[in-house]
């Protein structure tokens, strides 16, 4: 026996109350273990209504919802898009997928996220097709102002909330503000259906489009008969249970996100070198990670190191869209808040399972590796 348990980043974490099983339960006793069914339907209903949209079109993963919202704008070959470099590949991929020519664009010190001045800049010098803008961590990008320069120059606004699903920006969720946002249900993310997405949006006859395209793009037809290239993206019944008894306790697992968040600020943000997000006032964040920049002493490798040690899981920051070798032949605006943010970020073990006890663990052996430095 371990002395103690492996303390992770962000697990699954199932109620205690089992209302996925009953979900899954009654889908395998109706037999309605294929795709489609109530709980699909049950779960964009339920999603659309928690955060306050009209439409959502329940997909296989938040990578195929962001491949379907670039598809719903209309990009297509040759097209630019805009997108925030600090980010998790996953946003960037599909703007290859459907051929266009990503424009990665710097992040504000304020948010983390898409600059708006990077972002005007990039308009001086492109005409892009759509805006890709990332809440990474649960943070909220600076919608107003990015919102404002899509709408001067026509251009369609994508949120890639796939972190931040029970965040709000001026009392909106994110991912509802925008022209469409994408939601992801992956095994790490606040709430998860093992596998998972969701496209979301006020435009109807878009989502039910996206619907189509999901299901292979079958035409009104008796036999098999397509018009247009299809999918196979759409949820399956099964999944779209677990995330249906997953809705019912997102807003605990917000809370107890917060309240990891808050402990390690309280803790560890008088070390002197150590420097936490802003929670600027036009967000409520769900802090889905807590992460954190090391700016003197001791690097972040040397707390992971630490961690790892004793069982326990972090991880850094993202590393910037523009400095992966993939995507090095594309343009980049800004300047190198991206880049700092990598070389001095780490994400502290955010996982909502973790005792207070545990976390006060993680929190003195960071203690520990500062003080080792003769502060
Ligand atoms: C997880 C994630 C995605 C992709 O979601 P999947 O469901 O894993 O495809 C996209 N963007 C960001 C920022 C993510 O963290």
């Not at 925030?84 to 290859?96: D, E, G, K, R, V």
């Not at 630490?306 to 869209?321: G, N, T, V, Y």
Request: aromatic residues 10%; glycine residues 8%.
């Amino acid at each position: 026996m371990k002395e103690f348990e492996r303390i992770y980043l962000s697990s699954p974490h199932m109620s205690d109350e089992g209302y996925e099983q009953e979900y899954v339960k009654e889908a395998f006793d109706t037999n309605w273990v294929a795709p489609l069914g109530k709980n699909v339907d049950g779960f964009e209903q339920e999603l659309a209504d928690y955060v306050g949209i009209d439409h959502a079109a329940a997909l296989s993963s938040g990578t195929s919802a962001i491949h379907l919202a670039l598809k719903a704008v209309g990009v297509t070959e040759g097209d630019i898009v805009f997108c925030q470099s600090l980010t998790f590949s996953a946003t960037a991929n599909p703007i290859i997928y459907v051929g266009a020519t990503p424009v990665f664009i710097d992040s504000d010190r304020k948010t983390w996220n898409m600059d708006p001045r990077a972002l005007k800049k990039a308009f001086e010098k492109y005409t892009p097709k759509a805006v890709l803008v990332v809440h990474l961590y649960g943070q909220s990008a600076d919608l107003d102002e990015i919102k404002a320069l899509c709408d001067e120059h026509n251009v369609a606004l994508i949120e890639d909330a796939a972190e931040s699903l029970g965040t709000l920006y001026k009392g909106k969720h994110t991912g509802t503000i925008g022209d469409y946002g994408i939601f992801s249900f992956n095994g790490n993310k606040i709430i998860t259906t093992s596998g998972g997405g969701m496209l979301v949006s006020n435009n109807e006859e878009k989502i039910k489009k996206t619907r189509f395209w999901a299901t292979q793009s079958r035409d009104q037809a008796r036999h098999y008969q397509h018009s247009e290239i299809g999918y196979n993206y759409r949820m399956s019944n099964i999944v779209a249970g677990i995330g249906r008894g997953q809705l019912k306790v997102l807003d605990d697992r917000v809370e107890k996100k917060r309240q990891i968040f808050s402990l390690y600020k309280e803790y560890l943000g008088e070390l002197d070198g150590v420097v936490f997000p802003n929670e600027n006032e036009f967000e409520y964040s769900n802090h889905w990670l807590s992460p954190m920049l090391v700016t003197k002493h001791v690097t972040p490798i040397e707390i992971m190191e630490a961690l790892e040690k004793e069982d326990i899981e972090s991880r850094p920051i993202w590393k910037p869209m523009h400095l992966q070798p993939v995507f090095s032949s594309y343009d980049y605006v800004g300047g190198n808040v991206s880049e700092e943010l990598f070389n001095q970020g780490i994400c502290l073990p955010s996982d909502t399972k973790m005792s207070v006890e545990q976390q006060m663990r993680v929190i003195n052996i960071i203690k520990e590796v500062f003080g080792e430095k003769d502060l």
